[in-house]
């Protein structure tokens, strides 16, 4: 249900009917349960993932879990650059596309700097895919918003970044890596993003709202057990377990992003995420007030330089002017 900027019952969603919504990496964690509570509540849903057998698995479970789900796949894999862009356009087909989280990423990085596509791994997979994803989605979520209100892309931090105490950036970590640094100095980017996406949104008069999301703190081994999607070892769940007091649930977790993605009252910029920071129903925290979490990502100079890099790196440019509204 919509209620006041505290409250939310991920359990007793509005009705999503007739919106249609994009979940990236919904082939597990986070990303299934956010695609499963849009499933819930009516929305048609695109779950996203770069194995097909896993996106097999994960449809298949959320039509046991919730009967007459209206699901659809679509192999994206966010580390090649012209996959995206065949997918963005693919879905610029769509009649109607309503919001998209972009949540694929990865989470355990690689103790040794890899390369994907001529960038950083991690930086690759969480940053840089989801930028040109996001700038090939644009005119379509565009249409969504001017037509609906509906036009939304949600962006994934971390409650890591509160550790993030700089205003500088190495996104390519080629002397100072390490998987730590790479994963934390990603989810700032990402941040950052969706600040300075929302700012140039609201520039070029383009009906795109612009959230940050973040899960707390939320492990798979507190998470059900989902056949072919959340299988946890008995070593996982007793250590999991042992965090009960800080942690909580994937299912918890992605409430805040699918809030994020479908509640009305959050604003462009702001921030979603557990009430307790690591635990809690989704909270939403307004753009206007700096969180330890988004002190640094909301300031325009470093809006403007990482904004900046992933063009260049991607070799993309938004189309704000393609997606703006329709003069009189």
Known sequence: MVGSRDSWDARALPSLAGRTYLVTGATSGLGFFSAEQLASAGAHVILSGRDVNKLTAARAAIGRRVP???LESMIIDVTKRSVVRSAAASLSSHDRLDGVILNAGI??????????????IV????????FALAAGLLPTLAKAGRDFGTGRMVWLGSI????????????????NYSGARAYVQSKFMAQVLAAEAQRRCDEADVAVTNV?????????????????????RRSKRFFANLQAPVSQSKEAGAASQVRALIDPQVQGGDLVGPARTFTGPPRVYPAAKSTTLTVHSRLPEVGREVWAFCEEATRTTWPFEAA????D
């Open 68 to 70: 007459g789900a209206s």
């Open 107 to 120: 989470v355990h990085p690689p103790r040794k700097r890899e390369e994907v596509d001529g960038h950083e």
């Open 123 to 130: 930086l690759t997979t969480n940053v840089l895919g989801h």
């Open 160 to 175: 890591s970044t509160a550790s993030w105490k700089t205003t500088k950036i190495d996104p390519e970590l080629k002397d």
């Open 212 to 232: 940050i999301a973040h899960p707390g703190y939320s492990l798979s081994g507190r998470t059900d057990a989902v056949a072919g999607v959340n299988e946890v």
């Open 324 to 327: 703006q509204s329709p003069r």
